[in-house]
């Protein structure tokens, strides 16, 4: 697995220039928002094409893209969440609903931070093990035998309304599982507000929402890393790149991805990620890919 060391950090994506880094952005962006693992399809699909590995860091950064079509699609959600709150201060009702889910956002987001803090070294280190090819099949091969269980077990009939502190507790546990490549941070919390009974359309609605906060901090923690590395005007413009289509692709993945949920289910996802893991696995075991 070849990459780019920059101050230690791995910058792989500047040598792919700013074209390549367009076309990965588009690929990026929706994959971040579908449970099938944004991070997997970054070293896949530039493997398939003989590109270099763009790295890590590239991934955590271009979560920027994914947070603007969050926000952009979910506008009147967080409106309402902020409003309700603001009014929920005024009256003291810390009880109603805006309030306790803006507080089980915010303790559903501990873990991530915690486990992020404490691997941060392993995680966007140049030659990390956590890309290893075989790490990615194995974790999206499992993570779609969860999200299969999810779908077949799950009662689907609790509302977004109806979320309580452990609930968001539990779904951010969950979240940490997207540390590791292949897992996918909307699969994972994906599948565990499913497994808690809710529908899939308010699984997905309230997975995105409570991811809003980590999306953030990740990627403007990748960016500081990247300024104090020492990031050139051509790597920022590479990077740049990468952020415009990937916003723009987002958009439509988290449409698409609440359209499928609203009328369907989980399992076209299920499907590609069980397949996808299989020939992961396969293709490192044939020595056709590593």
Partial sequence: MASVCTSGVDTGFVALGSTKVAVLGVVQGITELLPISSTAHMRIVPAVLGWPDPGSAFSAAMQLAALFAVVTYFWSDLRALACGSVQAIRTRDFGAHAPRTVLGIILGTLPIVIAGVLL???????GSSFRELWVIGAASLV??????VAELTSRHIRTFAQIGL???????????GALIPGVSRS?????AAMFLGLK????????FLLGLPA?????????LVLHQAGLDAQGWEVLGAGLVTA???????????MKVMERLSAW???IYRIAMGAFLLVAVATGVMS
Avoid: H, Y
């Avoid at 899939?200 to 997975?207: I, Q």
């Avoid at 999306?215 to 960016?223: D, N, T």
């Fill in 120 to 126: 941060k070294d392993k995680l966007n280190a140049c």
């Fill in 247 to 257: 916003s723009l692709s987002a958009f439509v993945a988290i449409w698409a991805l």
């Fill in 166 to 176: 452990p609930d968001a507790m539990v779904v951010g546990l969950a979240q940490v």
């Fill in 143 to 148: 993570m779609g035998l969860l999200l299969a």
């Fill in 215 to 223: 999306i953030f901090a990740a990627g403007v923690k990748e960016l």
């Fill in 268 to 270: 076209p996802f299920v």
């Fill in 200 to 207: 899939r359309e308010d699984a997905a609605r309230f997975s």
């Fill in 187 to 191: 699969g994972s919390t994906l599948t």
